[in-house]
């Protein structure tokens, strides 16, 4: 069975850091991408970064470049999204996605649960 499995969520004052963690299992991940996604109340689902399978393609949302930094390992099958300065409207849901292909879409072949997100100001 397929699992993304996200971790390292939780409360955060604005300007703080916080790194999520995805691990994958149930399968090779070789040639997928990874990446993340994340849902605030009321909003739909938006993209946040994407990895590829060897680290060559990486891409990110406007809102979070410059703050957010993903990597992957892949003998481990993690994905590591690394948030800094962290704003109050970076809550959300943050999901795991993973892809057969160059990069994460909505329409990626496998999702976590979720982890949330939440900056207080």
């Known amino acids: 069975q397929v699992q993304l499995v996200e971790s390292g969520g939780g409360l955060v004052q604005a300007g703080g850091s916080l790194r999520l963690s995805c691990a994958a299992s149930?399968?090779?991940?070789?040639?997928?991408?990874m990446g993340w996604f994340r849902q605030a109340p009321g909003k739909e689902r938006e993209f946040v970064a994407t990895i590829s399978w060897r680290g060559g393609i990486t891409s990110y949302a406007v809102s979070v470049k410059g703050r957010f930094s993903l990597s992957r390992d892949n003998a481990k099958n993690m994905v590591y999204l690394q948030m800094n300065s962290l704003k109050p409207e970076d809550t959300a849901v943050y999901y795991c996605?993973?892809?057969?292909?160059?990069?994460?879409?909505?329409?990626?072949?496998?999702w976590g649960q979720g982890t949330q997100v939440t900056v207080s100001s």
């Open positions: 996605a993973a892809r057969d292909g160059l990069v994460v879409t909505t329409a990626s072949d496998y």
């Open positions: 149930g399968r090779t991940f070789s040639g997928y991408a």
